[in-house]
């Protein structure tokens, strides 16, 4: 089965717990495989459970609330990403 980038985006929790089903695995794999943006998205939130796994404390930089907020917003006004791998 050929997956798009929403289809990876809702499989990521279940790829990086190691969840998924062989077939979707397979799938999730070879979707990330020539997907740059999914593999940014894996990486980001593989990065993130790693650097909140303990009990360290980040302090943003100035602004960085604002920003992220505007940016997420931005992103949810412009939809997902045009999926350049799936045929349909």
């Known amino acids: 089965m050929v997956l798009n980038c929403r289809h990876v985006w809702d499989q990521i929790s279940g790829y990086l717990d190691n969840t998924l089903d062989a077939a979707t695995r397979a799938d999730v ?3 990330l495989a020539h997907c740059e943006i999914c593999s940014a ?3 980001s939130t593989r ?3 790693i ?3 303990d009990d360290r404390v980040f302090e943003l930089p100035l602004g960085y609330s604002e920003r992220l907020h ?4 931005q992103a949810i006004l412009e939809g997902p990403p045009t999926d350049t791998t799936s045929s349909g």
């Open 47 to 49: 990065n993130i459970l």
């Open 70 to 73: 505007a940016r997420l917003t």
């Open 51 to 53: 650097l909140t796994a």
């Open 41 to 43: 998205v894996l990486d």
């Open 29 to 31: 794999e070879e979707h």
